[in-house]
């Protein structure tokens, strides 16, 4: 039964004139009417932001507001199932996927940076003077101000509190934007906010577009004092040109075209473990997945295989049935993008080892947002295919000779999130992990997270680090003070 999902504004939750669909991207159904924050909803969201700012929030001790952020997550974990349901919902990934990972992360993240503010320190120096008698110097941590968070619809709850949680944590307001595709955990967010008596005006949600939309509006705004943005490298370019006018604090996790290196000394079957799930999870849509693999000649054709076995495999399924491996895209439109690339593939000359079309079932799913897994070979390193982000179930696979010729394939990219090498040598592991372009490498392993590490990428990929001190340290900024004695 399609609900409505209102805008939360200075505490209140508030309707506009003009409302846009959810929809499920497994059978095309309505999840709800979503009512689109106008200009003058998105100018009320941040004077009441920055109204908060200085007063109940700002007023509060750290401890005080890492109470509410655990009480928060507490609402998150009371409500578990119901925010299961919603990211099913908008996404139509697996539930097993929503219950272990992202509803857990969900309340995980708050209750981490809640921890975390509670206990981080500042600096001291101790500094000489001609006179003998020295100087303190201390820094106070001060809230940035009003923070615009604007996330993606990939993992819609993780992402949208991996930057509440620490934008809060250290006192800042915030007025949040969903992405359009996936509105429902951030409405029954704003419940559990609501319900846990966060102070109005210190949580806002806009619900709309990018452009001429909540989106643009939140970062050509003068109220707001930093964006904080995980998407597409193309969007981050636009928020950076809206955000110059007032020149504000940004902190962007962005696109990715990560590799994968199986080396010759690589548990095969580790290795197989883990590049199907690095290239297959959520469909392919998680900013860390491998959509380039690269394997030593020796083993290439056996890997190709057994990669394409197991991609053959996987259960493509509703979301609530417990053995659904593999869900839908997140709506028609991606459908169509990722579709152009398989196209793209064919006429760049692609060997399509399996896969390269839409995924039919012969049931209302056909109304939805499949494809099949999809796995090329026979690319140029140049192909657009082989360079450009499909944030789709896909990866191109190619072999490599020598280690320097397996770095300089996974280096050659305009982005540079993260990558995955697999290899039993102990020495090769730390020599290449250390010279490959990217922000986070692992070494057998694959999205294995430690809330603590910096996360984030170079290149296209993005600008600053979030995790642990890393966030703490783009939501707020010190303040020097030195004492003469
Ligand atoms: P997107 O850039 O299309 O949209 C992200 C958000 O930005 C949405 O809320 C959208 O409404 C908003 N937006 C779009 N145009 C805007 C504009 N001009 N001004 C202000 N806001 C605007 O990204 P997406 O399609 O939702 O997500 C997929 C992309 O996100 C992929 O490129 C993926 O790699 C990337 N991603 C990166 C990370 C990371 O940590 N690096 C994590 C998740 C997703
Ligand atoms: C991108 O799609 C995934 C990002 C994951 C995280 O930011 C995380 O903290 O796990």
């Given at each position: 039964m399609?609900?409505e999902i209102?805008n939360?504004?200075?505490?209140r939750f508030?309707a506009?004139?003009q409302q846009?669909d959810?929809?499920?991207?497994?059978?095309?159904s309505?999840?709800?009417?979503v009512h689109?924050?106008d200009?003058a909803?998105v100018?009320?969201a941040?004077?009441?932001?920055?109204a908060?700012?200085p007063?109940?929030?700002?007023?509060?001790?750290?401890a005080?507001?890492?109470?509410?952020l655990?009480?928060v997550?507490?609402?998150?974990?009371?409500?578990?199932?119901?925010?299961?349901?919603?990211?099913?919902?908008?996404?139509?990934?697996?539930?097993?996927?929503?219950?272990?990972?992202?509803?857990?992360?969900?309340?995980?993240?708050l209750?981490?940076?809640a921890?975390?503010?509670?206990s981080?320190?500042?600096?001291y120096?101790?500094?000489?003077?001609p006179?003998g008698n020295g100087?303190?110097n201390?820094?106070v941590?001060?809230?940035?101000g009003v923070?615009?968070v604007?996330?993606p619809w990939?993992?819609?709850?993780?992402?949208?509190?991996w930057?509440l949680g620490?934008?809060?944590?250290?006192?800042n307001?915030v007025?949040?934007?969903?992405?359009e595709?996936?509105?429902?955990s951030?409405?029954?967010?704003a419940?559990?906010?609501?319900?846990a008596?966060?102070?109005?005006?210190?949580?806002?949600?806009?619900?709309?577009?990018?452009?001429?939309?909540?989106?643009?509006?939140?970062?050509t705004?003068d109220?707001?004092?930093a964006i904080?943005?995980t998407?597409e490298s193309?969007?981050?370019?636009?928020?950076m040109r809206?955000a110059?006018?007032?020149?504000k604090?940004?902190?962007?996790?962005?696109?990715?075209k990560?590799?994968a290196?199986?080396?010759?000394d690589a548990?095969?079957?580790q290795?197989?473990?883990g590049?199907v799930?690095s290239?297959?999870?959520?469909?392919?849509q998680?900013c860390?997945?491998?959509?380039?693999?690269y394997v030593?000649e020796?083993l290439f054709?056996?890997f190709v295989?057994?990669?394409?076995?197991r991609a053959?495999?996987?259960r493509?399924g509703?979301?609530?049935?417990?053995?659904?491996?593999?869900?839908?895209?997140v709506?028609?439109?991606?459908?169509?993008k990722v579709?152009?690339y398989y196209?793209?593939?064919r006429q760049?000359?692609?060997?399509?080892?399996t896969?390269g079309?839409?995924a039919?079932f012969?049931?209302a799913?056909?109304?939805?947002?499949?494809?099949?897994?999809t796995?090329l070979?026979g690319?140029?390193?140049?192909?657009?295919c082989?360079?450009?982000?499909?944030?789709?179930p896909?990866?191109?696979?190619?072999p490599?000779?020598?280690?320097?010729q397996?770095i300089?394939?996974?280096?050659d990219?305009p982005?540079g999130?993260?990558?995955?090498?697999w290899?039993q040598?102990?020495?090769r592991?730390?020599r290449?992990?250390?010279?490959?372009d990217a922000?986070?490498?692992w070494?057998n392993a694959?999205?294995l997270?430690?809330?603590?590490?910096p996360f984030g990428?170079?290149?296209?990929s993005?600008?600053?680090?979030?995790?642990?001190?890393?966030s703490?340290?783009?939501?707020?900024?010190p303040?020097?003070?030195?004492?003469?004695?």
């Amino acid at each position: 039964m399609p609900h409505e999902i209102k805008n939360y504004v200075a505490g209140r939750f508030v309707a506009s004139g003009q409302q846009f669909d959810a929809v499920n991207p497994v059978d095309g159904s309505l999840v709800a009417k979503v009512h689109a924050a106008d200009k003058a909803t998105v100018d009320e969201a941040v004077a009441a932001a920055r109204a908060a700012l200085p007063g109940p929030w700002g007023a509060m001790t750290a401890a005080g507001r890492a109470a509410m952020l655990n009480r928060v997550a507490g609402g998150i974990e009371a409500r578990f199932d119901d925010f299961v349901a919603a990211e099913i919902a908008d996404t139509g990934k697996p539930m097993a996927q929503a219950r272990t990972l992202d509803i857990p992360r969900g309340a995980g993240n708050l209750r981490f940076f809640a921890n975390l503010v509670s206990s981080a320190c500042g600096e001291y120096f101790e500094t000489a003077t001609p006179d003998g008698n020295g100087a303190l110097n201390y820094s106070v941590r001060k809230p940035l101000g009003v923070v615009g968070v604007i996330s993606p619809w990939n993992l819609p709850l993780l992402l949208l509190t991996w930057k509440l949680g620490p934008a809060l944590a250290a006192g800042n307001t915030v007025v949040a934007k969903p992405s359009e595709e996936t509105p429902g955990s951030a409405a029954l967010l704003a419940e559990v906010m609501h319900e846990a008596g966060v102070p109005a005006g210190v949580f806002n949600l806009v619900n709309g577009f990018g452009p001429n939309s909540a989106g643009e509006f939140l970062t050509t705004h003068d109220g707001i004092d930093a964006i904080t943005f995980t998407g597409e490298s193309a969007t981050g370019s636009a928020i950076m040109r809206a955000a110059a006018t007032n020149v504000k604090a940004l902190s962007f996790e962005l696109g990715g075209k990560n590799a994968a290196i199986i080396f010759a000394d690589a548990d095969l079957e580790q290795a197989l473990d883990g590049t199907v799930r690095s290239v297959f999870s959520n469909c392919g849509q998680v900013c860390l997945c491998s959509e380039r693999v690269y394997v030593h000649e020796s083993l290439f054709d056996e890997f190709v295989v057994r990669l394409m076995d197991r991609a053959e495999s996987l259960r493509m399924g509703w979301p609530h049935e417990e053995q659904t491996e593999i869900g839908p895209l997140v709506s028609r439109a991606h459908r169509d993008k990722v579709l152009a690339y398989y196209d793209l593939a064919r006429q760049e000359g692609a060997n399509i080892v399996t896969g390269g079309g839409i995924a039919e079932f012969g049931d209302a799913r056909d109304n939805g947002a499949w494809v099949q897994p999809t796995i090329l070979s026979g690319l140029p390193e140049a192909a657009r295919c082989v360079r450009e982000e499909i944030f789709g179930p896909v990866c191109h696979i190619a072999p490599f000779a020598a280690e320097d010729q397996a770095i300089a394939m996974a280096n050659d990219s305009p982005y540079g999130l993260a990558a995955a090498i697999w290899t039993q040598n102990l020495s090769r592991a730390h020599r290449v992990a250390r010279r490959i372009d990217a922000g986070i490498v692992w070494v057998n392993a694959w999205y294995l997270r430690d809330l603590r590490t910096p996360f984030g990428g170079v290149k296209l990929s993005g600008i600053g680090r979030e995790g642990g001190m890393h966030s703490l340290n783009f939501y707020s900024e010190p303040t020097n003070i030195c004492i003469k004695l």
